[in-house]
């Protein structure tokens, strides 16, 4: 518990370094099975705001690599990885294929309206991102049998 509060306080750090490094112990923490339901939530938010924020790439390819780490034993829910799709159209392609996964794992079927605008963006990678996050959710919701 004292690694993710000492990695939680360094994700404010001056030095980009230490923040990243921060990120990467906090995805470490969320790729294990030691966070609870309401910690992986805590950590997960405070990632989401550094990938927002954050004015060095690599930080926020590391914040985002370490959301997706969540995913391995957390459902994390649209509204608290939501706030991502604000910052996804000046996003670099390598975050973006990050983001768009967070929200098709989301496994909501609202995630849908804010991946379909990547179908037809300009880079392919990013096209191709968005489709597999389109059909992740598509997968989820399952067969629709009518009576």
Known sequence: MSDMITALEALTDRDPNRRDAAADTLGDLLRDTALDT???HLVVGRLISLAFNEPETKVRESALNSISEAFNHH???????????TAMPT???????HALYILG???DPRARSLIEPFLH???????EDARLAAAEITASEGPTHKS
């Open 75 to 85: 459902r994390l829910p649209l509204d608290l990885v939501e706030p991502l799709a």
């Open 105 to 107: 794992a989301t496994h």
């Open 91 to 97: 996003m670099e392609p390598a975050l973006l294929e």
């Open 38 to 40: 309401d910690t992986a």
């Open 121 to 127: 963006h300009p880079n392919p990678q990013v096209r």
